[in-house]
């Protein structure tokens, strides 16, 4: 056993591409140990994809409110809600250093000047960006970067020293009450609480590393440049020519299943850059020959759906949220039993007939739905001519608040009085 490990964290229909994360560490950093967190389990669908590493459950890492986490929180969430939890298990194993990766992410050179930042910093982040331009030019709006957060979770170096160990039980209780993707309130998962680290732990290291965490978002200050065989990494349009090894290259936003037709697996703003071109095809023939698209079709999210295999929607996610906050909770939140929380849900008329899941319809795929728009402007043009505009003004604030799915509680009678309760002046009153 090494004394540094990487981990990442995946659903068992991920594994094909932990097995990729996985190979290219051991090509190019074969000293140091790899695991493997699946978070929902062995599935007898995916046997024949078993991981090629050491992997855990994450049901095995005793989690006390493992049942509300994965309940109350949808995928994405839940995967970056255990993280601070997975760091502290690889450290309870003696490792002394720690370096999370996402799974989309390829290793393309050594990582050891990490390694060995972190002999001095005992928490390591990557900025998604890190050079300013009176004229932007990247492809994402900083706007865009700073709702996500400043630094790019995909990747963060821990050492185990008592600050950090502060840093991951400060992380922790957060991500179990605040990991949502909530842009209006503020949250986006795990990342955008990062933004606090660098006050909060001034020992933090703000990587300046050209070659780390290259990915979409930073390609336009960074051209890749293949020499000898080799990936590196050089600033894009500016007369620097200095050469910084490629360390790893984060793949995130590709369409992962459409890996054998470019034209979908590659976001098109980019499709004209030859540099990208180049390492993406690269990542593709990998996808490929793991059989990502085959193995990805199974199985659905078993925290997607009730024991029954209705679809939890993220509506049933944050009334459960609400009612968490207000010490209310059920032993399984999945059950379907009697007294269930899906009883209750049923009862009120708040569970979809059929078993698709309805956070994924669009307005586009509904029928003449430019037809309901105009129905929608014209009712909204009479209840100005109706109430005046004074009071429309403040309906659209309210409604702000009112819309926010977990004050749509009033919709399930037996909990109606946790939103009477509520005081919504702070959200609608634009002046406080």
Known sequence: MSSNVIFTIVTSNYIPMSNILGDSIRLNQPDIDFIVFVIDGYDQ???????????????????????????????????????????????????????????????????????????????????????PEVNYSGHWPQGRILAAGVYNLGFVGICNTERSALFLKWWNVNLDKYCFNERSEGYFTDQKWMNFCPIYFPETLIMRDMG???????????????????????????????????????FSNLKFRNAANFEHFIPFSFAGIPDVIEIVEFYGKKLIESDFALYNKVPNYKYN???????????????????????????????????????????????????????NVLVRSQNNSSLKFNIVKFVLRMTVKLIGFKNYNFLCRFMLWLTKYENQLFLVKDYDKLVSAEKPDAYININK
């Open 305 to 359: 759906y009730f024991e029954n295999g209705i679809h939890i929607n993220k509506m049933h996610r944050r009334f459960y949220r609400r009612l968490l906050d207000n010490g209310i909770k059920y032993e399984n939140p999945f059950s379907v039993g009697e007294a269930s929380f899906f009883s209750i849900l049923k009862k009120n008329h708040l569970i979809s007939n059929d078993r698709d899941n309805c956070d």
């Open 45 to 131: 669908a995916v046997a024949h994809c078993e991981s090629k590493y050491n992997h855990i459950y994450v049901r095995d890492l005793a989690i006390e409110n493992l049942n509300d986490l994965t309940f109350k929180y949808d995928l994405t969430e839940f995967c970056t809600a255990i993280k601070p939890k997975c760091f502290e298990y690889v450290f309870s194993k003696g490792f002394a250093k720690a370096i999370y990766l996402d799974p989309d992410i390829y290793v393309f050179s050594s990582i050891n000047s990490i390694l060995n930042e972190l002999n001095e910093h005992p928490i390591c982040l990557a900025p998604h960006i890190i050079y």
């Open 212 to 250: 780390v965490d290259v990915a979409f978002w930073n390609i336009h200050e960074r051209e890749i440049v293949k020499s000898n065989g080799s990936y590196f990494v050089k600033r894009r349009n500016s007369e620097n020519k200095e050469l910084t090894p490629l360390k790893f290259f984060h």
